[in-house]
């Protein structure tokens, strides 16, 4: 079992950053690929980025690719997502995810764990 915590996000101006953390309680964290989503107002649930257990592979929506960047301290069981250059699009609650043993998936279904979400506001 797998808790998620996400914390960071905030109103920031556009061309701003943000730094999205996602802290994780349960001992097979560190066996889990770990992904961010967002939804915006009307819109459906959308993949963000996903990070591998090992940290070492990662993958990014078109949308948000040289803009965020994924992370993960498996010490310290956080997942962090990196936001610069903010777009009023980037508007949206950003959740993050856990895939047990998961590989890069970028499926809503494929995630095994969720946390209650953090509203990102940028305004114009």
């Known amino acids: 079992q797998v808790q998620l915590v996400e914390s960071g996000g905030g109103l920031v101006q556009a061309g701003g950053s943000l730094r999205l953390s996602c802290a994780a309680s349960g001992h097979t964290f560190s066996s889990c690929a770990v992904g961010w989503f967002r939804q915006a107002p009307g819109k459906e649930r959308e993949f963000v980025a996903v990070?591998?257990?090992?940290?070492?592979?990662?993958y990014y929506a078109d949308s948000v690719k040289g803009r965020f960047t994924i992370s993960r301290d498996n010490a310290k069981n956080t997942v962090y997502l990196q936001m610069n250059s903010l777009k009023p699009e980037d508007t949206a609650v950003y959740y993050c995810a856990a895939d047990y043993y998961g590989v890069l998936a970028t499926a809503i279904a494929d995630y095994d764990y969720w946390g209650q979400g953090t509203q990102v506001t940028v305004s114009s």
């Open positions: 990070i591998a257990w090992s940290g070492s592979g990662t």
